[in-house]
C-alpha cells in the first residue's frame, strides 16, 4: 500500500512540474522570486522534450508501481497520462519539436513582459 501511495505522489508530483513549467512564468508576473525556480523547470521540459528523452520521475514512478504489486505501464509518463490530452493522435518527433518551441515561446514572451514592466 506505502508503494502504491509514493507511486500516486510522484504521479501527482509530475503533473505539477509539468504545469509549473507550462504555466510558471505566469506566476513571475506576480512574484518575480519565482522565476529562480521557474526557468530550471522550462528549461529541464524544453530539454526533454526536444531530445525526446524521459524524465527520471517516469522510472522512479514505474519502479515503486512494481514494488506495489502493479503492472508498469509501457511508455513515458507523457504517453501514459497525457497524450489523448495534451498531444493528438499520431504525434510525430516534428510535432514534439513544435511543442517544445512553443512552450519556449510562451515563456519567453511572459518573461519578455515582466521585464518590460520592470
Known sequence: MTYRILADAILVLHLAFIAFALLGGLLVLRWPRVAWAHLPAV?????VTWIGSVCPLTPLEKHLRVLAGDVPYHGGFISHYLTSVIYP???TRGMQVVLGVLLLAFNVAVYVRYFRRR
Open 89 to 91: 493522435a499520431g504525434l
Open 43 to 47: 528549461l529541464w521540459g524544453v530539454t
